[in-house]
C-alpha cells in the first residue's frame, strides 16, 4: 500500500495535466490502478459535421488511462491504446471516462477504459500498455 500523501501529491500533478485541462477534462478521482474523469462537450469539440470529434473522445480516455497508469510510484509512458468508437454522443452531452488497471507488472501495465455519455451508454472501450519506468515521480 502507498503512503496516500504521495499519492494525493500525484492526484494534484496529474488534475493539473494542461492539454486535458485545455480540452475541459476534469479529473473526477484517483486512487492506485483507477481513474475516473468527466468532460462537458461544447460546440468546440465538434468536427465539420457537427459531431463530437473523435479525438476528443480518445484524449478524455487518454486522460483516464495516464492517471490511473500514473497513480502509483514509476513513471509511466504509454506504449499502445486501441480505442473503439461504439456511439456517438450528443454535441452538448456530458462525457465520463473510467480506467481500470489489469495488469501491474514489473516494466508494463494493462489497462482499460470506457467511455460513457450522461445517460450511461457506452459511447468508446479503449485498451492500453505502459512502460513502467524506474523513474519515480518527484513528489
Excluded at 500523501?5 to 500525484?10: E, I, T
Excluded at 457537427?50 to 488511462?65: E, M, N, P, Q
Amino acid at each position: 500500500m502507498e503512503d496516500s500523501c504521495s499519492l494525493d501529491k500525484r492526484r494534484e500533478r496529474l488534475a493539473a495535466d494542461t492539454f486535458a485541462a485545455g480540452l475541459g477534462v476534469e479529473l473526477l478521482e484517483v486512487s492506485e490502478g483507477y481513474s475516473r474523469a468527466r468532460l462537458r462537450l461544447s460546440s468546440r469539440h465538434l468536427n465539420f459535421n457537427g459531431a463530437v470529434h473523435g479525438a476528443v473522445i480518445f484524449a478524455l480516455a487518454d486522460a483516464v488511462f495516464a492517471a490511473a497508469s500514473n497513480s502509483h510510484e514509476e513513471i509511466c509512458a504509454a506504449t499502445h491504446v486501441s480505442i473503439d468508437f461504439l456511439r456517438a454522443p450528443r454535441p452538448e452531452d456530458e462525457l465520463v471516462a473510467e480506467c481500470r488497471e489489469n495488469l501491474l507488472g514489473r516494466k508494463a501495465g494493462h489497462y482499460t477504459m470506457q467511455v460513457k455519455d450522461a445517460s450511461g451508454e457506452t459511447v468508446a472501450l479503449c485498451q492500453g500498455w505502459v512502460y513502467r519506468s524506474s523513474r519515480l515521480h518527484e513528489d
